[in-house]
């Protein structure tokens, strides 16, 4: 019998990489999981995402692509992360409708929700309101895969899910300062302030919170969504609320991770992004009241020796 062929659509970035890993213990005898990234097909255009989907026929497709970046990258280019992830969701949703993909599960992230929530939010406040500005682009556009989702399910009962991710890191981040996330670049200017003697500095007050996911866990629950999950409507994958942190916590862990003793100091020039966006986890806590979480401080620390490990050949 062939192979049931699973597409991993951003397979080498940060959770791609953390879903191989994983995929590599739990994958059934007769999987084939293909890991793919823009060099492979450019999911902007039709062409090249039909031409993928005809390569590799796969049965189940998870899509992590998208055009996307930290806050400092999405404050600069939100038009183009509006028009690119619009395009490129499109793209792969049609090929998996066209190709009888049997399940497709999408990526939004904490950013669809509306600026205006109230916290804690859940998975039903999606479409309540207008995401915060600061990533408006990229947001609406996560939002639309879920109004697609509904619309393939409604008129061809496909089986398109999504999850919603808050903010994640682990081995393998986007270590770039520019383009990365909070926990990658602190542990990049750690590494280099501590390499030439100079001040560690922390982007903004310090004070907004976040709910950070440990990339390997979140890899085990990508995997019970694709076996288990059985709704169309989106599920959060989150740590639970209490274990929210502010970013000078943050800091201060990978400043222990990274044993860095000189100077800390703020540069509050810079934005601060949302002050918080913290999520209720309990959809998925009643499907798995038992699931452990990665620590932070833990995640931190092992993404910290990963990163000095790898110095070498970061994608940078
Ligand atoms: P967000 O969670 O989508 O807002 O994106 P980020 O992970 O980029 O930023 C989260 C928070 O970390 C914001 O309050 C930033 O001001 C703050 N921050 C502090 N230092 C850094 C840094 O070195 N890089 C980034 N990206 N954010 C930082």
Redesign the pocket.
Known sequence: MAPEVVLVTGGTGLIGKAIEKVAIEEARPNERWVFVSSKDANLVSESETVALFQKYRPTYVIHLAAASG???R?LQSTLDFFRSNMKINDNVLQCCFKYNVKKCVSCL?T?VFPADSTYPVDETMIHHGVPHD??FGFSFAKLMVDVMNHCYHQEYNCNFTSVILT?VFGPHDNFD?ED???????I??AYHSKRDNKPF??????S?R?QFIYSLDLARLFMWVLREYDEISPIILSVDEEDEVS?KEV?EMVVEAMNFQGEIIHDTT?????FR?TVNNAKLRKYLPDFKFTPTKQGIKETAEWFIENYDVIRK
């Open positions: 930290g806050l400092f999405h992230s950013s600061s990533e903010n300062l990365g996330h909070v926990i990658a670049g602190l990049d200017k500095v922390i982007w903004g007050t310090g907004p976040r970013i800091a810079k934005s601060d992004g949302q966006r």
